[in-house]
């Protein structure tokens, strides 16, 4: 069945901030761990991640883009809810969720 209306209706947006940081993310214990701990800590990267949220029951959660750069992932963001606003429901999908 095929459900027709503004993709405001089904869908928001969200931008998420992620660790992305290589190294895991716990203290060294000699008394537990065989090996030295690193020289160096790693420095710290995050990310930030675009997410499409379904309003159904389910929430489901689809990443959309990722960027490592805050002003890029917020100018991006921006434009999907620019489209979220003015295409329906059948458009939205196939633009950003890739369904046909």
């Known amino acids: 069945m095929k459900i027709i209306g503004p993709a405001c209706?089904?869908?928001?947006v969200?931008?998420?901030?992620v660790?992305?940081?290589?190294?895991?993310?716990?203290?060294?214990?000699?008394?537990?761990?065989?090996?030295?701990?690193?020289?160096?800590?790693?420095e710290e990267r995050t990310e930030w991640v675009v997410e499409v949220v379904t309003l159904d029951e389910a929430e489901e959660v689809t990443?959309?883009?990722?960027?490592?750069?805050?002003?890029a992932a917020r100018a991006f963001l921006d434009s999907v809810?620019?489209?979220l606003r003015e295409l329906t429901k059948s458009q939205f999908e196939a633009r950003?969720?890739?369904?046909?």
Do not use: C, K, Q
């Open 81 to 83: 809810e620019e489209d």
């Open 19 to 42: 660790d992305a940081t290589a190294e895991p993310d716990f203290e060294w214990r000699e008394d537990i761990l065989y090996r030295t701990p690193p020289t160096e800590m790693p």
């Open 14 to 17: 969200r931008l998420t901030s």
């Open 9 to 12: 209706e089904f869908y928001r």
């Open 96 to 100: 950003h969720l890739g369904v046909e």
């Open 63 to 71: 990443r959309v883009s990722r960027f490592n750069d805050h002003e």
